[in-house]
């Protein structure tokens, strides 16, 4: 997640003279999600929509103050490659991880362009896909090139 979002939101809060506990309760958000937002933590890759309007409506901001803030990580082609085959079955990320005999954590993160994949990996998602393995070697590659 981008450090500009944590920065805004913690600059206005102090701005309204809140502490993290003070705009928590007002947002009705859990203190430890803020604290996270604002340091920048790996535990929160991108705040949910819901959680934006809650931090934006006690910020006296609209949700696109909030959202101008959020960089976002380009996605790998092999990522959005096995998250549109996914969708197209229909599969959960644990029915994925089930049918490859992955984890359904490394199934995240292959679809979020967060892992580097080994070609056994690509092997087990070819198979579970019922796709060559060739086509998912190619959208490595391609992937690792930017």
């Given at each position: ?25 007002k ?92 070609r ?14 060739a086509?998912?070697?190619?959208l ?7």
């Amino acid at each position: 997640m981008s450090t500009r979002l944590g920065n805004a939101i913690a600059q206005r809060r102090k701005e309204l003279g809140l502490t993290q506990t003070a705009l928590a309760a007002k947002a009705k958000l859990p203190v430890g999600t803020l604290a996270c937002i604002e340091s920048k933590s790996r535990r929160v890759k991108r705040p949910t929509d819901k959680t934006l309007q809650c931090l934006a409506e006690a910020l006296g901001l609209q949700m696109a103050d909030l959202k101008q803030h959020i960089t976002f990580k380009k996605r790998s082609l092999l990522g959005e490659h096995v998250l549109k085959l996914r969708k197209e079955r229909q599969w959960t990320q644990q029915q994925l991880a089930t049918e490859a005999n992955l984890s359904k954590q490394t199934v995240y993160k292959i679809e979020r362009g967060e892992i580097h994949i080994r070609r056994s990996t690509l092997d087990c998602l070819a198979k579970a896909f019922l796709v060559p393995l060739a086509t998912f070697q190619v959208l490595h590659w391609a992937s690792s090139d930017t």
